[in-house]
């Protein structure tokens, strides 16, 4: 999903997603993630990794991690979705996002 379709599936609930690219029509959601893109907006909400909430990525060795459920504010180890977040695909290959 682009980042235009994205917000387009979002306007009408009068909603709006925080980081805005001049590229929105070519770049995907997935590769936002991956760079932690920041955009126009990024002093008012924050690059991607602030957008995470929790992240399913697949390692190289091929396990699976998921932390999709869970608090917003978690304690308990390292934060994976702004581990994973900038990583460009080095850490893991993210498969799903929240």
């Not at 980081?19 to 920041?38: E, F, K, Q």
């Not at 399913?56 to 977040?85: C, M, Q, R, W």
Request: net charge negative; proline share 3%; with cysteine.
């Amino acid at each position: 999903m682009t980042l235009a379709q994205a917000q387009n599936h979002v306007s009408p609930f009068n909603l709006a997603i925080g980081v805005d690219l001049a590229a929105r029509d070519s770049c995907t959601i997935g590769g936002m993630i991956a760079t932690n893109a920041g955009g126009i907006n990024v002093v008012r909400y924050g690059p991607m990794r602030d957008q995470l909430l929790g992240v399913e990525a697949v390692t190289a060795d091929g396990s699976s991690i998921s932390h999709l459920e869970g608090l917003e504010k978690d304690n308990t180890g390292y934060h994976l979705p702004g581990l994973f977040a900038g990583s460009e695909g080095s850490l893991a290959v993210i498969t799903k996002a929240r």
